[in-house]
């Protein structure tokens, strides 16, 4: 059975798909994300027993909703998300966060993700979630994409701001999402960028194994063409 391992005090990781192709976390008491809704029978096993107070959405892609609304009913917890992609979440109008929502690939994202479900908080910068964790808004990938950040430690999970796998071939390597999957890439380059100023020493992803962050995601974003 898949288990939670600790990467750092109070935070921890699950990885629900071959090689840490699809992650989520536990923030202190805060469920990040939850993987596809094939999935979501794996995630409840994992957290039996465990303390978990809300569940908190980084975007609102199949990939990490899928099983959103299952958990938050069976474990009888509240659901955050980004501002901008609260109606998303809330309507099921799951084809809006992407580039083009009339397109095929849009309709297919919308068949893909989980029921949606009501979003007790809307969540903008700076606003506290567990663990000393703060909200910050990181928009690009989705409307409301949004990455957590503790200061103390200096540990970011980031969702899909960054990849370090690809999750469709399961290749290792640090890159940006799929542009055909991502709604504004010059905003959601800009919020990498934002990310990359805290100069994280932990960096945790939604596709991909975590990596200290001074030697490769800081080379990795100061790489990037300036469009």
Same mark, same amino acid.
């Given at each position: 059975?898949?288990?939670?391992?600790?990467?750092?005090?109070?935070?921890?990781r699950? &990885?629900? !798909?071959?090689?840490?192709?699809?992650? #989520?976390?536990?923030?202190?008491?805060? +469920?990040?994300d939850? $993987?596809g809704?094939?999935?979501?029978?794996k995630?409840?096993a994992?957290?039996?027993?465990?303390?978990?107070?809300?569940?908190?959405?980084t975007?609102?892609?199949?990939?990490?909703?899928g099983g959103?609304h299952?958990?938050?009913e069976r474990?009888?917890?509240?659901l955050w998300?980004g501002?901008?992609d609260?109606?998303?979440?809330e309507?099921?109008?799951?084809?809006?966060?992407?580039?083009r929502p009339?397109?095929?690939l849009?309709?297919l994202?919308?068949?893909l993700?989980?029921?949606?479900?009501?979003? &007790?908080? !809307?969540?903008?910068?700076w606003?506290? #979630?567990?663990g000393?964790?703060?909200a +910050?808004?990181?928009p $690009?990938?989705?409307?409301?994409?949004?990455?957590?950040?503790?200061?103390?430690?200096r540990v970011l999970?980031?969702?899909?701001?960054a990849?370090?796998?690809?999750?469709m071939?399961?290749?290792?390597?640090?890159?940006?999402?799929?542009?055909?999957?991502?709604?504004?890439?010059?905003?959601?380059r800009a919020?990498?960028?934002?990310?990359?100023?805290?100069a994280?020493?932990i960096?945790?992803f939604?596709?991909?194994?975590?990596?200290?962050?001074?030697?490769?995601?800081l080379?990795?974003?100061?790489?990037? &063409?300036?469009?």
């Amino acid at each position: 059975m898949a288990e939670f391992v600790e990467i750092a005090p109070d935070v921890w990781r699950l &990885s629900l !798909a071959p090689r840490g192709s699809v992650n #989520v976390y536990l923030l202190g008491g805060v +469920l990040v994300d939850t $993987g596809g809704r094939t999935q979501v029978h794996k995630l409840l096993a994992a957290l039996a027993g465990r303390r978990v107070v809300a569940h908190a959405i980084t975007h609102a892609h199949f990939d990490h909703q899928g099983g959103s609304h299952v958990i938050c009913e069976r474990l009888d917890i509240p659901l955050w998300c980004g501002a901008d992609d609260r109606e998303a979440m809330e309507t099921g109008a799951f084809e809006r966060v992407m580039p083009r929502p009339a397109s095929r690939l849009a309709q297919l994202q919308k068949w893909l993700c989980g029921p949606p479900h009501p979003v &007790s908080r !809307a969540l903008h910068d700076w606003d506290v #979630v567990g663990g000393g964790f703060v909200a +910050l808004e990181t928009p $690009g990938h989705t409307p409301g994409h949004i990455a957590f950040w503790r200061e103390s430690d200096r540990v970011l999970v980031l969702g899909d701001a960054a990849m370090n796998c690809n999750p469709m071939t399961l290749r290792r390597r640090l890159r940006e999402p799929f542009p055909w999957a991502t709604h504004d890439p010059v905003q959601a380059r800009a919020s990498l960028r934002r990310l990359a100023a805290l100069a994280p020493e932990i960096v945790c992803f939604g596709h991909g194994e975590p990596i200290p962050g001074p030697e490769r995601f800081l080379p990795f974003v100061q790489g990037l &063409s300036s469009r």
